[in-house]
């Protein structure tokens, strides 16, 4: 087995195009470092609808220019097979270690495979590259990203012509291209023949960006914003300065891009401490809002001033939850009279079929991830609750964090000119449709058995009550249901709640995600509706975690 394992690192080592890994290689064999090599050499980093994300480092189980050469050849020889020789792909990259490298590599790929490759001009926002496909016609996007993961992380995002990304049977066909390509060296990749776009597409999209707004709509809200060290500012900054807001204030430290993440143990608003950067700002600055984006600015957050001091953040700014900015953004739309359909994940919560129902709008929901959001008929505004809101689906069939904060700071404009917060239009919607409160269970584990331990347990002995609620119904999602493809994951609904639990697929994480619903008659109710909620939520927790054992 040793003798294998060497073999097999070896022959990868003959074909690695990249000095860096090579050497990193190299090191490991040379110190007959059984266990990294056995760790990097196990088996492959799997293409799934996620396209590819992982350690970077020397290896099949790692990002690196080999695997990323090896998945693009794959992509384009799935191209061809679907008739699109010739088509155009369009590549967008990040500013983390290695993704300007590896979107190179796939211009080339691309390029040597008799197709035809644009890269953008430098790091930009996801929804920039999402936007460019549909804009320029081409017949598939790549994304070098790994979004909000750890600084030593990287990935690869694909977008078929549609403009949203793939989705099965697509993904398995892709990989099975990928399989076969043999040796790196009979993959043609020429040094030049692909384009380097200027800042047309850019501004194409700055100028659609526009459409998300109503004319002569307010736009005084002024707001702290924080890119987390990401690609967002400048794209951020220009859609705002084109609208007509106040300049947002920019949390310095954070402000431009840095692979390695130094203010923040993971670049993701919604991780603990991330936004405490943005909190001093705003206790300087006193906006109305705080927005954030993620690194390749796809998600936005929100935080507002809690006047009650009772919020999670740090001198009474509060942070809100995916859900909440996606229920504001939904009234927000309803009020300015919008037409279409409203969807949302399934982990999302179920707020957003109330406000649809009630304005008469059509409501979907769809397994989790804007590449089945972004698929729905007719639709005009779908979110998720890990910060993640299209609100453009005819310019971006994806999330994005520049149309979804311009859209944010419009509504605490109208807002403001009302003497009003978002924290009242909360309150409104609690008071028509019941509290719905949300909260999430997530596991992060070095051993990723232990998610599928936790899954055959809740599959074997299912709860019969959590929180003292009776489960009224149990369905295994693997079975998938009338509306839904099957898919990994379990929920619960019992009476007053709901309950979802799934792998994550972007993560080594088990994600449990939880709804209560308390009614409201009158905003007098909603403190003690909100302690009721709060103790619900707790509970459910502690029993979930004991029958997940986890």
């Known amino acids: 087995m040793h003798d294998d394992l060497t073999t097999r690192a070896r022959t990868w080592l003959a074909e690695d195009p990249d000095p860096e890994t090579r050497a990193e290689l190299s090191a490991l064999l040379d110190a007959d470092d059984v266990t990294e090599l056995t760790a990097r050499f196990s088996g492959t980093l799997q293409f799934g609808t996620a396209g590819l994300r992982g350690e970077l480092g020397a290896g099949p189980q790692r990002m690196n220019r080999a695997v990323v050469i090896r ?169 705002f300065a084109r609208a ?57 957050a929100a935080a507002v001033k809690d006047a009650e001091g009772g919020g999670d953040g740090d001198g009474g ?22 037409t279409g359909t409203f969807a ?50 005819d310019g971006v069939r994806d999330k994005d964090g520049i149309t979804a904060a311009l859209l944010l700071a419009e509504l605490a404009s109208g807002l403001k000119e009302e003497g009003r917060t978002l924290l009242d239009l909360l309150d409104d919607l609690a008071v028509t449709h019941g509290l719905h409160a949300t909260d999430q269970l997530s596991v992060r584990v070095e051993d990723l058995s232990l998610i599928a331990d936790a899954m055959r347990r809740l599959r074997e002995n299912p709860p019969a009550e959590l929180a003292g609620l009776p489960v009224t119904e149990a369905e295994d999602l693997t079975r998938g249901t009338d509306a839904l493809p099957p898919t990994d994951g379990l929920r619960y609904t019992l009476r007053g709640a709901r309950v979802i639990v799934r792998p994550s697929g972007t993560e080594p994480k088990l994600k449990c995600y939880l709804e209560v619903v308390v009614p409201v008659t009158a905003r007098d109710d909603l403190p003690a509706a909100r302690t009721e909620a709060a103790a619900l939520l707790t509970a459910i927790k502690r029993d979930l975690k004991a029958a997940a054992g986890i």
């Not at 700014?317 to 919008?338: I, P, T, Y």
Request: aromatic content about 6%.
């Open 71 to 239: 998945a693009a050849a794959g992509l384009a020889a799935y191209l061809k097979r679907q008739g699109q020789t010739g088509g155009l792909v369009v590549i967008g990259y990040d500013a983390r270690h290695k993704s300007a490298d590896f979107a190179r590599d796939t211009a080339a790929v691309m390029t040597g495979a008799g197709l035809r490759a644009a890269v953008l001009p430098r790091p930009l926002p996801t929804p920039v590259l999402a936007f460019a496909i549909r804009h320029l016609g081409a017949v598939a996007g790549v994304e070098v990203t790994a979004s909000h993961n750890p600084p030593r992380d990287n990935g690869y995002k694909v977008y078929l012509g549609d403009g949203s990304q793939i989705v099965p049977p697509a993904d398995a066909e892709i990989a099975a291209e990928i399989a076969a390509v043999g040796s790196l060296n009979d993959v043609p990749r020429p040094d030049a023949g692909w384009e380097t776009l200027d800042d047309s597409v850019l501004d194409a999209y700055l100028a659609r960006t526009d459409a998300v707004l109503a004319k002569d709509s307010p736009r005084t809200a002024r707001t702290v914003y924080t890119a987390m060290h990401g690609v967002g500012k400048d794209v951020l900054l220009a859609a």
């Open 317 to 338: 700014w509060r942070m809100l939850r995916g859900d909440e900015v996606g229920a504001l953004l939904a009234a927000h739309l309803v009020r300015r009279g919008a």
């Open 244 to 300: 007509g807001f106040p300049e947002p204030v920019l949390v310095a430290e954070q402000a431009e891009p840095d692979p390695d993440f130094p203010t923040v143990a993971f670049p993701n608003p919604e991780e603990p401490g991330a936004m405490d950067l943005a909190f001093a700002t705003a206790r300087e600055a006193e906006p109305d809002l705080v927005i954030a984006n993620d690194p390749d600015a796809d998600r936005c």
């Open 344 to 393: 949302e994940s399934i982990v999302s919560s179920s707020l957003l079929a109330r406000i649809a129902e009630r304005a008469g709008l059509p409501h979907e929901e769809t397994l989790t991830g804007f590449k089945w959001i972004a698929r729905v008929e007719g639709l005009r505004y779908g979110y998720e609750e890990a910060l993640g809101y299209c609100v453009d689906p």
